[in-house]
């Protein structure tokens, strides 16, 4: 009878390390119930509700036909190309934007990182955290709008609109690495959230407006730019980059962010800042 090798027996009374997946399956699930605990999902989640019933009120007071909501696509685009970048925003700022510099500011990452997990499991299992938070969310917003569309409309739903839907979750994507880097590139909660809320809700469209209006260049490094394509793509027929005389016979173009280049844009600040973000994680020192 031969003996087993000593490669086939294993350790005894050591427990195994859980695999990568299994650590990010637990950060993931810890992570969602700090958000329930703190109660950030549930006030982003009036935030939208409210934001919804203004529309529901405005729609139902002066009717589809004073607003000049002609067809569904005029319907969904008044309704969803005017609010979810702004609810996708306020995603970002809620679950990302304090998601790893919390960890430096209240030291519990430092209690983290002590135990036998990889800080890419941390990382990635924080940022899955947040894109559930934020797609229940989303979910629930578009579940609204639809319940209206097909009040006023129907069943008839555009297919502009499913469209719409998927670019605004890479939109979502995009700005939730982008809101991950600038929280691993402070230690500050509070610096971290006001630095990413500047930048998308008065900055990047400041910049954006400057950039292409004054300077006459088109913006196509700007990640709001690149999220025109969810507006857009509501309008028929869809918006296209156009050039006139303006005073003085000054040649003046009006850009509009085409779907190809927008995809580009969104995925190109998605990859860039994550890793980033990621690096910047692995580097930095807990004290």
């Keep these: 009878m031969s ?10 009374g050591l427990p195994s390390l859980p695999t990568s997946i299994a650590q990010v399956g637990t950060i993931t699930k810890y992570e969602l119930l ?11 989640l009036i935030i939208g509700i409210v934001i919804s019933a ?4 405005v729609v139902g007071y002066y009717g589809i036909a004073y607003l ?3 067809s569904a696509l005029v319907f969904y685009s008044f309704w969803w190309g005017n609010s979810i970048t702004l609810v996708v925003i306020l995603s970002g700022i809620f679950f990302g934007g304090d ?24 990382y990635i299992g924080k940022w899955i955290a947040a894109l559930t938070a934020s797609l229940i969310i989303f979910a629930i917003y578009a ?22 839907l998927v670019f605004s979750v890479l939109y979502l994507i995009a700005v939730l690495g982008f809101t991950f880097f600038f929280s691993s590139l402070f230690k500050s909660s509070s610096m971290s959230i006001l630095v990413t809320a500047i930048l998308f809700l008065f900055a990047f469209s400041l910049i954006e407006l400057i950039v ?7 913006p196509w490094f700007i990640i709001t730019y690149g999220a025109g394509i969810i ?54 020192e807990f004290t």
């Design 3 to 12: 003996k087993p090798s000593l490669k086939s027996v294993a350790p005894i």
């Design 34 to 44: 700090n958000y329930f605990r703190s109660r950030r999902f549930f006030v982003l």
């Design 54 to 57: 203004i529309f529901t009120a």
């Design 68 to 70: 000049n909501l002609t």
């Design 99 to 122: 998601a790893i510099s919390g960890e430096f500011q209240n030291k519990t990452g430092y209690f983290l990182v002590g135990n036998p997990l990889r800080r890419s499991s941390i």
């Design 143 to 164: 579940a609204i709008a639809v319940g209206n569309g097909i009040y006023y409309f129907g069943a008839n739903i555009p297919y502009q609109f499913g469209d719409s």
């Design 212 to 218: 292409s209006r004054l300077a006459q260049i088109e």
């Design 231 to 284: 507006g857009n793509v509501l309008m028929d027929p869809y918006p296209l980059t156009q050039s006139t005389r303006g005073p003085g016979g000054r040649e003046v173009s009006t850009f509009a962010v085409s779907i190809p280049q927008g995809i580009e844009i969104l995925v190109g600040y998605f990859v860039i800042t994550a890793v980033i973000g990621l690096l910047l994680f692995e580097r930095k």
